[in-house]
């Protein structure tokens, strides 16, 4: 079955940095595009970065430009989200998703549960 697992998460001062992995399996992970979410405390799920099937068109949210970068290894069947000088605001469950097509929406075909990234001021 399809399945998506995150890891990296933690406890991290604000300024500092940490790096997400995303573990896929079941599914052609060389045949999708791969994307990071967060949600919040009290707050909806929001898109953080995308990359396509290959690697070579990324997307990022406004509030994340230039802090995070967003990566893939086909031969690992992994996504990673670097991310950089974080901020207390970046505090939130971090998900992975897979989809045939890179969006920028919800609707992404596979989810993972998340892994929490907690930023302190």
């Known amino acids: 079955q399809v399945q998506l697992v995150e890891s990296g998460g933690g406890l991290v001062q604000a300024g500092g940095s940490l790096r997400l992995s995303c573990v896929a399996s079941g599914f052609t992970f060389s045949s999708y595009a791969m994307g990071w979410f967060r949600q919040a405390p009290g707050k909806e799920r929001e898109f953080v970065a995308a990359i396509n099937w290959i690697g070579g068109r990324t997307s990022y949210a406004d509030s994340v430009k230039g802090r995070f970068t967003i990566s893939r290894d086909n031969g690992k069947d992994t996504v990673y989200l670097q991310m950089n000088s974080l901020k207390p605001e970046d505090t939130a469950l971090y998900s992975c998703?897979?989809?045939?097509?890179?969006?920028?929406?919800?609707?992404?075909?596979?989810w993972g549960k998340g892994t929490l990234v907690t930023v302190s001021s």
């Open positions: 998703a897979a989809d045939p097509v890179l969006q920028t929406t919800l609707g992404w075909r596979y």
